[in-house]
């Protein structure tokens, strides 16, 4: 069973800071994306990274995909409340057409 | 709104019910896929269609789930027996076939059984 596990589950910050949350797995992906979800809704996608070593920059978000293509990095600038939601990073493995598989996510709380 | 929706947003039921969710997927799309999120977890897929076909179905879909797409455009999802461990948001999504298959969400049914 392919699994992606996301670190840390919980964090909470002040506006302004830096942080970088993660998304691991013992497995290959043949393209990895990022989701942010908020209270009540369905996950929104932000991005997706199919080559390994790939960066992808999305205003503050830096979303990184690992050169072997099993881990993928979220690095947010100056936080803002704005921020503030559950982020989910969802793998699809090589050949798969169908089933995407989500980690447990991320919440993240920006405090003004 | 072009966007996928999903009805009923909110349905309250008494265990040994039955339940149906519908889906309204993105026009032009033609996978459709359902997950179901439960607290502080990621969703957790439940199944997917091909147009009309259903071609993956996950471990966690019970004989008592049972999924549909007659045309290849809307889909429904029918829970029969309903217990109380299926209280969750029950997430449909859209997406056209291409390799990198971005998903485009519903707001999610969320189902409370008492």
Not at chain 1, 4 to 12: A, G, I, R, V
Not at chain 2, 30 to 42: D, I, P, V
């Amino acid at each position: 069973t392919q699994l992606l596990e996301q670190s840390p589950q919980f964090l909470s910050i002040q506006e302004g800071e830096n942080l970088t949350v993660y998304c691991n797995s013992s497995s290959v992906f043949s393209s990895l994306q990022w989701y942010r979800q908020e209270p009540g809704e369905g996950p929104v996608l932000l991005v997706t990274v199919v080559t390994g070593g790939e960066v992808k920059k999305l205003k503050r978000l830096t979303f990184q995909f690992g050169d072997a293509r099993k881990d993928s990095s979220l690095h947010i600038t100056a936080a803002q409340p704005g921020d503030t939601g559950l982020y989910l990073c969802a793998g699809r493995s090589r050949g798969s057409q169908g089933n995407l598989i989500f980690g447990k996510g991320t919440k993240l709380s920006v405090k003004p | 709104d072009t966007g996928v929706s999903q009805d009923p947003r909110h349905k309250i039921t008494k265990r040994g019910q039955n339940v149906t969710f519908r889906c309204d997927p993105i026009s032009e799309h033609n996978r459709l896929y359902w997950y179901r999120q439960t607290l502080g977890q990621g969703p957790e897929f439940l199944t997917y269609f091909q147009n009309e076909a259903q071609l993956e179905k996950s471990r966690l879909l019970s004989d008592r789930f049972s999924a549909e797409r007659p045309k290849g455009s809307f889909s429904t999802l029918e829970i029969q027996r309903t217990e109380q461990g299926d209280s969750a948001m029950y997430l449909c999504a859209s997406s056209p076939t291409v390799a990198t298959g971005e998903l485009f969400f519903g707001e999610g049914s969320r189902l409370t059984v008492l």
